[in-house]
């Protein structure tokens, strides 16, 4: 796919007011999906971390028109109660929220498992990465009519044991779990839930894994399609999964890796090339 591709505008999401949660920088996975969300006419509000975060994520919001940004810390109850307080009193309602939000302690993004995960790093884990997705789908959902629909970022870590994601790839299981279980509640109020598992990207957080880097070029070379996930293809879900055009899909985990996830055991050729 030629860099820097992107989707023709369109109104998909025309009408539609959304709360994306997990700014950090330019380069956040969820900035690549409000961007295009934009593109398709929605309207969006943005929380960021804190105050810290605010100088980078400013430009970004005002490139694409949006207004409403609130800091929202998702282990303060105190900062998530102001936080949707004042997307309610912005917006009135919400249709689709993007969750995008992880965190782990370096220490426990690297070597043993077994021997490097502590209580405190494996709760931290757990309340930032998973507990924070229970909260904001809680929250959202009230503000939802039948038609919302919520999405979570996930990895395959989840699923298949990846060097070094320790702590994150059980965070991630529940994530997942979560998903479901979440879909399960809200579907009798017609709110949809799905996780996307993203292949590795270049992003902060992949930043705070050991050999994260590594992970990028062994996507490349193990992958069906034999390249990167692209930002557009995660995006494209997102697109997917937020609009009307997901109607009848709930509880449901999607891989947009190239292909990362199905292969067994690697090819010839890119076992020569690794
Ligand atoms: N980068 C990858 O390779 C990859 C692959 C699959 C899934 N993911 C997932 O995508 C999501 C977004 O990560 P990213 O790669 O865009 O990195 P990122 O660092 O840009 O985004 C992580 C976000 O979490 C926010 N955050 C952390 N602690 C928080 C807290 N206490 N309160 C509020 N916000 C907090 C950060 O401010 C940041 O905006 C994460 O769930 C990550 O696990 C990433």
């Known amino acids: 796919m030629a860099e820097g591709w992107s989707f023709p505008k369109g109104e998909l999401l025309a009408g539609k007011k ?6 950090a920088n330019d380069k956040s996975i969820a900035w690549g999906i409000a ?6 006419g929605a309207e969006l509000a943005f929380t960021y971390m804190g105050e810290a975060l605010e100088r980078r ?5 005002e490139s694409i028109g949006a207004e409403v940004m609130i800091p929202a810390d998702v282990t303060d109850d105190g900062s998530m109660d102001a936080a949707f307080a004042e997307v ?3 917006f009135g309602r919400l249709d689709f929220l993007v969750h995008s939000i992880a965190f782990a302690n370096r220490e426990e993004l690297k070597g043993s498992f077994i021997d490097n995960t502590t209580r405190e790093g494996f709760l931290t884990a757990m309340n930032v990465s998973v507990f924070s997705f229970v ?16 999405i979570t970022m996930t990895y395959l870590g989840s699923e298949r044991v990846i060097p070094n994601y320790n702590t994150m790839g059980v965070a991630k299981a529940a994530l997942e779990a979560a998903t479901r279980y979440a879909a399960k509640d809200l579907g009798s109020k017609g709110v949809r839930v799905n996780a996307i598992s993203a292949g590795a990207m270049r992003t902060l957080s992949l930043a705070g894994i050991a050999g994260g880097r590594e992970k990028l070029s062994q996507g ?10 692209s930002m557009e293809g995660v995006a494209g879900a997102a697109l997917w999964l937020l609009s009307d055009l997901g109607r009848s899909t709930t509880g449901e985990v999607v891989h947009v890796d190239a292909g990362f996830h199905m292969i067994g055991l690697p090819d010839e050729e890119a076992e020569q090339t690794a």
């Open 18 to 23: 959304g709360l994306v949660m997990g700014v």
């Open 35 to 40: 961007s295009q969300l934009a593109a398709q």
């Open 57 to 61: 994520v400013r430009p970004l919001v």
């Open 88 to 90: 309610e009193r912005r």
């Open 135 to 150: 909260d904001s789908a809680r929250r959202a959902a009230r503000l939802m009519q039948p038609g919302g629909s919520i």
């Open 220 to 229: 490349r070379k193990f992958s069906a399609l034999k390249e990167d996930t």
